[in-house]
């Protein structure tokens, strides 16, 4: 009962800051909602019994990749607002119907289609969800270490393409 | 009863909100920002499921869309500013030279 | 019932109680400092030795007027004070305070929750911290706000990945992500970790220097450069709420030095039995008395050394810092694969 509560509620809040991001006039405002739904993300990640990644989500999404958006917002901040002139071929009206109906379409497929599973799965004792941190730090370092390799230097290439991307002079 | 499809349903209005951002808005960083949603409701929908099946991998493959998702933002905002510095614009409609 | 809701709000009161009150006495206790290193007296005239100027502070800043610059923007100016203000306070749910306490007949742990990813909360909350710098500089509408708040915001991200590495190295030794799991890992080998990994150790504080925006790496918020910085257009309230998330961030990175690197509350020589003598000190009391010295240690550094200039700072975070904390990260990995 309490995990519904808990599911709606965040579901409502997630959503609704989510369609805060995408309608706010100010960039700055689209940005700090941005913030928001990312924290409310990552405690239905703590809902969930993922605790680990729910504290990654808050470093790196939330105070490290929206961080970094809030610096390039302010280094833009422009003194005409961007959406000045309507682009007469954009159909604005047609996307949000043909999205409203795409999400009906995933709706329903994701409810008729979900399969319950046949053996019952046991419910997490307190034990094994203390654990988190250690299952996954045992499949990233033993079935998922290429990956998770490749990762560090994909990561160090998005590193070194910024820095020469942003500089004066190349 | 909350089952994953329940989280599913979460996930896929998510991500059809970043599409409608992606699609609508004309801000280049409001529209970064949309992709970023986008992200966010595939890594609801993954953790959903690991946390029914008791297995940490759809965890740790969201962990790896993290990854992605920071250096593709470092990037792509990267090359804003750098487009920003020649065209004085973040209006998508504006970027259309494919020369110059 | 009882367990998971009526004791948490009641530590939560009394943390909360606790760390305010020791806030306001860290501002008196930093004039004092300043002033007797100077060779003068600092506060005398509030109380007996000026021991009530924190009220009188207090006073001072609720009855100020509440200046909102033209054009700035609204919502956002009254949000930044407390987005710095909350992370440095929710900060104190993990830090645990003392061993058990026996009370009316239960026993009580003194840390409002255990959670199994304690430290990484740390971290992560730190991270929120950053953006009430950058929103307060950004919504004064005003170009030294905001040339202070990017400057300061740019610092702490530096310095946050120095602090995080030597937190790493800190795992590596206790095998757990979890406060009082590092405590007890601290018990079990006989050693505070202070003393197995003395590099982190300084590498953790001069990043918890440049962290909370102390001497002297303090360029963002100091008075003779940038007209005091981020919280130029601020006064009343709202600038107290910025001073008091400054001292209450200090209060939360030495607490976290004390439980990772000093042996939270444990005292000296935890598992020699001789010494049983100095279990009369109770648990909480070796941990404040910890707190304590780091706290000092920060006041005394802030009276004593010159400010550094911004590049200077950052040139020491990326070139200097990190990669001798990764250094030690290797180290320690490499002693601990030949050894256990």
Redesign the interface.
Known sequence: MGESIAFYTLAVLILGFAILVITAR?T??SV?FL?VNF?FVAALYVLLGA??L???Q??VY???IV?LY??VV?LVNLKRPPEVHQDPHRRSRLALVLACVLLAEIGAIAVWGYVRPDVPVSPVSAAT?????EQVGWLLYTHYLVPFEVASILLLVAMVGAIILARREL | MITPAHYTVLSAALFVIGMIGVLVRRNIIVIFMSIELMLNAVNINLVAYSSQWRDATGQVFAIFIICVAAAEAAVGLGIILAFYRNKETVNIDEMNLMRW | MLDSLIYPLVKIVFVLTGVLVAVMYLVLLERKVQAWVQVRLGPMRVGPQGVLQPLADVLKLFVKEDITPARA?K??YTAAPIIVLVPALIAFAVIPFGSNVHLFGRTIPLYIAD???GL??I??VA??G??GI??GG?SSNSKYP?LGG?RA?AQL?SYELTVTMTFVAVILMSGS?SMVGIVNAQYNSHVWFGFVQPLALAIYFIGALAETNRAPFDLPEAEQELVAGFHTEYSGMRFALFFLAEYANMIVVSSVATTLFLGGWLRPFPNVAALHLLDIVPSWAWFCLKTFALLYLFLWIRATLPRYRYDQLMRLGWKVLIPLAIANIIVTAAVKVIIG
Do not use: E, K, P, R
């Open positions: 100010n700055v405002h700090l913030v924290l605790q680990f729910a504290v990654i808050v470093i939330a105070g490290g961080v809030l610096f302010m969800a203390a654990q988190n941190v | 923007d919502w956002v959670i199994n990813v990484l909360y971290v992560s991270s929120i950053v953006y950058i929103l950004y905001l990017l915001s991200i992500l």
